[in-house]
């Protein structure tokens, strides 16, 4: 009879602790539309309060209606002005006193020929896709080497292997990718996971604003003949960063329906 109150009162303790458990910490930016929506949807669905970085509050605000406030917040923030990011970052850990999981998802596209390029379409792509992923990461690994723990992931994308009329955007997203493996080398001993995902093409407000026929022959060069959808990318967010996800960093997964192999080029 002792004993089988002892083992109800360990399960008991253990039910409690679970529920006071402190929820981790997710800053996803570009996260009210989207690949980004979806990630923030996700994780806060998966359990963590998740901090929505971005430039559209309207959305924002949507996003925490949906939540509500102790799953979510939202920050309205240029993640391109070093100023704002550092701003950020001083109200995530003044509030919350962490951030487990960083999740650089903003991100624009200025395509044209090179020799139609202009230097605004060059600058505004690389400001916000390359060094503004790169404030985010700066502010976050000086967090997480002091916590000695942490999750980045970042959304770089199948063009980095070259698209035309994407000059400007493939090479922001190749930086993406090679900034990862270098951030994988100086973290990695501080217990500090670095990935990115290479999206393909994906079902988004973006490509919808593709014409009908060039969407089409997109679609036909897929080996699945289909684009992907925001949760595909949401989901292997998730699962990198699960905390029993572990010894992975370095790399970049790609979520393109196996357009990265080669087929259809």
């Not at 970085?53 to 923030?77: H, R």
């Not at 292997?236 to 357009?259: R, S, W």
Request: net charge positive; hydrophobic share 45%.
């Amino acid at each position: 009879m002792v004993q089988k109150k002892s083992k109800k009162l360990i399960y008991m303790a253990k039910s409690i602790s679970g529920k006071h458990q402190k929820k981790r910490v997710a800053v996803v930016t570009g996260a009210v539309k989207g690949i980004g929506e979806a990630i923030a949807k996700k994780l806060t669905r998966e359990g963590c309060f998740v901090v929505a970085i971005d430039i559209d509050e309207l959305n924002g605000k949507k996003l925490i209606a949906e939540f509500g406030k102790d799953k979510l917040c939202f920050i309205k923030a240029d993640i391109a002005h070093e100023k704002e990011v550092c701003q950020l970052f001083e109200k995530v850990i003044d509030k919350y006193k962490q951030v487990d999981i960083l999740v650089n998802n903003a991100g624009v596209i200025r395509d044209n020929m090179i020799w139609n390029m202009s230097i605004d379409d060059f600058d505004t792509v690389m400001n916000i896709n390359l060094k503004g992923t790169w404030l985010m990461c700066r502010e976050a690994a000086k967090l997480m080497k002091k916590q000695n723990s942490g999750r980045i992931i970042n959304i770089a994308s199948r063009a980095w292997l070259g698209n035309r009329g994407q000059s400007n955007y493939s090479a922001s997203k190749a930086g993406v990718v090679a900034m990862t493996r270098v951030l994988a080398l100086e973290l990695g001993k501080y217990n500090v996971l670095v990935n990115a995902i290479a999206p393909g093409l994906i079902d988004t407000p973006l490509t919808k604003k593709l014409e009908t026929d060039v969407l089409q022959k997109l679609i036909e060069a897929q080996p699945t003949k289909s684009m992907g959808k925001p949760d595909d990318i949401a989901n292997v967010v998730a699962f990198l960063a699960n905390e029993k996800t572990q010894f992975i960093t370095g790399q970049t997964l790609y979520v393109d329906g196996g357009k990265s192999i080669g087929a259809g080029i």
